[in-house]
């Protein structure tokens, strides 16, 4: 079954740190790959996107993330978080299979100290 | 512009009851899907509706059914409701392109089932 996979349920930095959140999914063919966050109290927000092309993807708030196809990741990074960017991240990936199902991970919580 | 907007906020249902969840989506979408989260999970796709059809199906029981109106909006029914079915209910509008799309969230139903 597709499944999607992040590598790490809750993450504790200190402001300045840098980010790098795991994501790894089951599905052999093309896919476009989503990061999104969600702040406390808020909606889901799309962080960056992966259709095709260059498979290094740069999002808002200084977000990016890379599509390792040979691994099946797409891992998310940042250089420097801030005690903004405290929120739970979700990584979801969309088959191209001729279907529309977008399959989530169980996201990560992201705890940023001041 | 409005975004994807969900009614109601929050429901308490009782066992065996039914519900209907409502949902806008952003101007110039035609597409709707529904997700289920539970606490501590990421969304999972229930179905997803275009031109007032089901266009895909997630693995839901026959219980949660789904109708999109001509104006693109969209209900979610679910009968004989089950103290499992206590959930954040989101949706989730698009616009169709090939499937290379991005979808915006709505701020979710919060349904708790006693």
């Known amino acids: 079954a597709q499944s999607v996979s992040q590598h790490n349920h809750h993450v504790i930095l200190s402001e300045a740190a840098s980010l790098e959140l795991g994501c790894n999914y089951s599905?052999?063919?093309?896919?476009?790959l989503f990061w999104y966050v969600q702040y406390p109290g808020q909606h889901l927000q799309l962080l960056l996107k992966y259709f095709s092309g260059d498979p290094l993807v740069k999002g808002i708030k200084g977000f990016e993330a890379e599509f390792i196809k040979s691994k099946f990741s797409f891992n998310l990074r940042k250089p420097s978080v801030q005690w903004s960017d405290t929120a739970e991240y979700f990584c979801?990936?969309?088959?191209?299979?001729?279907?529309?199902?977008?399959?989530f991970g169980a996201g990560t919580r992201l705890f940023v100290k001041a | 512009d409005a975004g994807v907007t969900q009614s109601p906020t929050h429901l308490i249902k009782t066992r065996g009851q039914q519900v209907t969840l409502r949902c806008s989506p952003k101007s110039g979408h035609d597409t709707v899907s529904w997700y289920q989260q539970a606490l501590g999970q990421g969304p999972q796709f229930i179905f997803q509706y275009y031109e007032e059809e089901e266009r895909q199906r997630g693995n839901f029981p026959d219980r949660f059914s789904g109708h999109q109106f001509p104006n693109y909006s969209s209900e979610l029914n679910v009968n004989a409701l089950l103290l499992g079915d206590s959930a954040l209910y989101l949706c989730?509008?698009?616009?169709?392109?090939?499937?290379?799309?991005?979808?915006?969230f709505g701020q979710g139903t919060r349904l708790t089932v006693v």
């Open positions: 989730a509008s698009s616009f169709w392109n090939r499937g290379n799309t991005e979808a915006f």
């Open positions: 979801a990936v969309t088959p191209n299979t001729g279907g529309f199902k977008t399959i």
């Open positions: 599905y052999g063919g093309t896919v476009n």
